[in-house]
Structures are given as structure tokens and as C-alpha cells.
């Protein structure tokens, strides 16, 4: 299915030429050691550009500059003024959205039109949303009943305040959309940033870098540090000199990030992984269940933290929804990002290939189940995969267990309510489900014993800033967007006073 493919457009290729720097203290630098990495294209394993990789004395720098900021004009900013220049930087992703667009698939492979269409839209929405959120960071007043101090009167308030520098790691499936989950509340809220790209997609965080300037974000509020987990990932996650640590990506990852932030107890919230269950009750609308089934898993490449890995299909309707799911992954086009007919690119890199290979192949060998579309990776440049429907040979198959992050969706039949819903939460993660049904009370009964922190009924992947993410168990600590995140970014004082 290989298209001719659109050379880069002269916004996006001037990025290119300009984007190998660090953003420290408000400037575009080398790394202190001039060391640098390849940021590669993964639907065909072009370099793109060299980026300068911050080491951990990089790091130091940026936390420096963060915790400059802290006391510099930024400190002093009214909240309606930083709630105006929140609102600005979305204003300027949505003025550069083709350019936002077209780097994200470049570096990520997603296609141009889910970056166009879904994620840069999301990404303005988040900062538009949350510049509302910094004039309403309201304490409460108290009344103190202290039972030792007989007739003692006391006028009592609660203040909250930014938790302060602020360390960020993210994960390479939406970049840039992560970059607006984790910059748009900590800015809303006063804190200053120092924020680490995944090493394989640095360049739309590195572009939004620009705009933080062009929207006139005092230097050092937001830093920028590119550069690999084990080294810049990890040094920020055991800064002393970082007050909390916010981290999306892989539930393994999550745990080292813990005992990094645990030498000085900095706050840590976690988004992590997933084995989302997608419910299909008997009585569902089949189409809309076919159609929200293969979003579920199929969108951005199955590279979704909350993707519907697990299809649970009552038995009577079981061979209809996956054959409908099957037949919509084999007409999928797949293809180069930048092509404007790819409905699905290429996984994200070399090592993400062989790891969704591996479980393709456990799939084709199991016993018992069966490979019901595609199967294998594909046969070309780039690191391209065919949609996968597995029949799971039973509930313990790794395809059924484990977190694949790629376009393979394993799936079982139930005949028993209570039994699926025991399946259905019988996983470490707990992140999200679906649920499909005509039955408005059976949904509801449902949406109450699902362990997760999303529950979609009758619809899936709906990112609205307003509603909280994050998960149960293993999926993380804390929730990102909607009011419920603001308080992941904001110490409570009581300040009590004698009267
Ligand atoms: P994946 O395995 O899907 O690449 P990871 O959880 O490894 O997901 O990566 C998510 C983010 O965490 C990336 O920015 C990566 O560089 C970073 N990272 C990886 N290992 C560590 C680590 N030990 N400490 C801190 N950050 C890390």
C-alpha cells in the first residue's frame, strides 16, 4: 500500500533544520557535553534531525532555572494574567496546527489527519480549558473546633498554593497531546516545569517550546530537556531539587519513578499502563459496537494507554461483532503518515516492532485460539504492522494478559454477567473500559463493578479535558485533566489565626 509520499512543507522542514537544542532558562541550547541523538522517521527509518540529549547536568541546569523562575516575574503574576497567557498558548497550537500536525506524524508515523484532526484540537482545548481553571484556585474559610481551647475564637482559611518545580516525563504514543496534558494544569497553577520528551518523539514539545516564548511565558518557566529515561529521565525523577514528579508511560517504568522520587518524598502522580476490557452485552447496537470496538483498538496504531485490548462479546452475539471487527481491520489502509489515505501508520519504533511481533507470534501459535485478521508485521520499510484480531485461546494467554501497545485486539466470549465482570477487573491495570448495550440500567450496573478509571458507554476514546483520566491499580496514582488535577499541582495551607 505504499503511496507516494508528500515531502515535508517548508514550515515543518525550517523546524527541522533549527531543532536539535535544549530549551533551558528561556534559551535554545547544546547539551553542556554536545552529545546528541537521532530522532527517527518510523515510516521509513529516516533520521529526521539530531537533537541535542540532556545528561544529567542539563538537568541540573534546567532545575535551576525552574526554581529561578519560581521567584521571578512569574511568581508575581496575577491569576488572571496567567490564566490569559494559557489561554494564549492554546491560541498558537491552533494557529500552528498543520505545522503541529505534520511534525508529530513525521516523528511519531500516526497519520497527519488523526494529528490534524484529534490531537492538536485537543491539545489547544487543554490549555484553553485550564486557563479558566487559574482564577478559581479558591481556599475555603474554616471554622476550627478545637475542644482544648474552651471559648477561644478563631478566624481559619485554607490557601493553595503551587507545589513548585515541577518534574514531567512523557511518553512517545501522542506527544504532543501529553505535552498539554502535563504543561496546561502546572502552568494554570503557578508551578514552573522542567519537562523530558520521550527520546523517540522530541520534536512537537521542542516546537511548543517556540510558541511558550512567542505567547511570553517568562524564561525558565517551562524547560525542556530531551534525552533517555535511564539517564535524564531518571536523574529529574531523583532530583532533590524537584518538589514533584509527574509521569505518563509504561506501568514498569512507573514503579522506578517511585523509588527515585521516594529520596526526597516528592509528589509523584503516575499515568500508566493498560488491558482495557471493551464489553459487548447481548442486546447492543452490533454496528455501533463493531465500529466503537475497532476505534478502541485501532486508533493511533493500538498506542493508546486505554485502549480496548480486550474484547468480551456476549456468546450469542460473539462470531457477528469479531467477524465485523476482523473485516473492518482488513480494509484498514495502512500506510506512510504524511499520506492522506493512511488510516493507521507504522508503530513507533524499531524495538516497539519487535515487541508487538513477539506477541503476534505467541498469538499464530496458541492452541485453541486463532488468528482471525492479520497477524504479522509487515513486509516493508518502516515499521509497519497488520490490524490484528485474535481469538484468545483462553483467559490467561499472554495476548489476553499483557499490555501489547499495538494494533492486536485479543477477544473472548462470556455468557454470565457476574463472571464477565470478574473477568473483566481481573487484570493489575485499571484504566478504562467499554461498555455496549441498549440496556440503559445494565450500563449503569456495570459502569459501578468496572475497576477503572474511565468508563465509556456505548462510545470510546472520548479525551474531553473536562473529564479526570487515570487509573485504578497499576495504572497509575492521581488524575490528569478536569478540575481533579489541579489538586496534583497545588499544596493546601490552613493558616489559622487567634482572634
Ligand atoms: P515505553 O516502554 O513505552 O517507551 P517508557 O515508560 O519506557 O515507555 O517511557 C516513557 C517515558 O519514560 C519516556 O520519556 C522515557 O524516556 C522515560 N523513562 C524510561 N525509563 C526511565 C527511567 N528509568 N526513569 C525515568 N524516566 C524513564
Known amino acids: 500500500t ?17 531543532a536539535g537544542k535544549l530549551l533551558i532558562d528561556g534559551r535554545f541550547v547544546d547539551a553542556a557535553g554536545g552529545q546528541t541523538f537521532a530522532s527517527v522517521d518510523p515510516g521509513n527509518g529516516e533520521v529526521l534531525a539530531q537533537v541535542a540529549e540532556a545528561r544529567e547536568h542539563d538537568v541540573d541546569l534546567a532545575v535551576a532555572a525552574a526554581r529561578r523562575a519560581l521567584d521571578g516575574p512569574w511568581g508575581r503574576m496575577s491569576p488572571s494574567e496567567r490564566g490569559r497567557l494559557v489561554h494564549r498558548i492554546g491560541d498558537l497550537i491552533s494557529e500552528h496546527a498543520e505545522e503541529l500536525a505534520e511534525l508529530e ?11 490534524l484532526g484529534v490531537e492538536v484540537p485537543l491539545s489547544a482545548d487543554m490549555f484553553w480549558y485550564m486557563a479558566g481553571a487559574a482564577t478559581r484556585l479558591n481556599g475555603a474559610s474554616v471554622a476550627p473546633s478545637v475542644p482544648y481551647m474552651p471559648g477561644q475564637e478563631f478566624h481559619a482559611y ?21 505535552v498539554a496534558w502535563k504543561l496546561a494544569p502546572a502552568l494554570a497553577t503557578g508551578n514552573t516545569v522542567v519537562l523530558k520528551p520521550a527520546e523517540q518523539t522530541p520534536l512537537t514539545a521542542l516546537r511548543v517550546g517556540e510558541l511558550l516564548h512567542e505567547a511570553g511565558l517568562p524564561d525558565g518557566v517551562v524547560n525542556i530537556v530531551p534525552g ?25 517504568v512507573g514503579k522506578s519513578i517511585v523509588r527515585a522520587a521516594s529520596g526526597n518524598l516528592k509528589r509523584v502522580s503516575l499515568e500508566l499502563g493498560g488491558k482495557s476490557p471493551n464489553i459487548v452485552l447481548a442486546d447492543a447496537d452490533v454496528d455501533a459496537a463493531i465500529a466503537g470496538a475497532s476505534l478502541g483498538i485501532f486508533y493511533n496504531q493500538g498506542e493508546v494507554c486505554s485502549a480496548g485490548s480486550r474484547l468480551y462479546v456476549h456468546e450469542s452475539q460473539f462470531d457477528r461483532v469479531v467477524e465485523g471487527i476482523a473485516q473492518h481491520a482488513r480494509s484498514i489502509k495502512v500506510g506512510y503518515g504524511m499520506d492522506p489515505e493512511s488510516e493507521m501508520g507504522p508503530v513507533v519504533s524499531r524495538e516497539q516492532h519487535d515487541r508487538v511481533g513477539h506477541y503476534l507470534g505467541l498469538g499464530r501459535e496458541a492452541g485453541g485460539g486463532a488468528t482471525i485478521a492479520g497477524g504479522h508485521l509487515m513486509d516493508r520499510a518502516g515499521y509497519f504492522v497488520e490490524p490484528t484480531v485474535i481469538s484468545a485461546p483462553h483467559a490467561d494467554h499472554p495476548v489476553v494478559r499483557e499490555e501489547i501497545f499495538g494494533p492486536v485486539l485479543a477477544a473472548l466470549p462470556f455468557s454470565d454477567l457476574d463472571d464477565l465482570a470478574r473477568q473483566a477487573n481481573d487484570t493489575v491495570y485499571g484504566l478504562a473500559a467499554g461498555v455496549w448495550t441498549s440496556d440503559l440500567s445494565a450500563a449503569h450496573k456495570l459502569a459501578r463493578r468496572l475497576k477503572a ?39 493546601t495551607k490552613s493558616v489559622v489565626v487567634a482572634l
Open 2 to 18: 505504499s503511496q507516494p509520499v508528500a515531502s515535508p512543507t517548508s514550515a515543518a522542514r525550517s523546524f527541522l533544520a533549527r
Open 105 to 115: 506524524s513525521l516523528d511519531n508515523g500516526k497519520p497527519y489527519t488523526a494529528a
Open 453 to 491: 478509571g474511565t468508563v465509556h458507554v456505548n462510545t470510546y476514546h472520548v479525551f474531553a479535558a473536562e473529564l479526570p483520566f487515570g487509573g485504578y491499580k497499576q495504572s497509575g496514582w492521581g488524575r490528569e485533566k478536569g478540575d481533579e488535577v489541579l489538586q496534583q499541582y497545588l499544596e
Open 228 to 252: 533517555f529515561g535511564e539517564a535524564a529521565g531518571a536523574h529529574l525523577a531523583a532530583h532533590e531539587g524537584v518538589d514533584k514528579i509527574a509521569f505518563t508511560g509504561s506501568t514498569e
Open 158 to 178: 485554607t490557601v493553595r498554593e503551587p507545589v513548585g518545580v515541577v518534574g514531567q516525563i512523557i511518553p512517545w504514543n501522542v506527544p504532543l497531546l501529553m
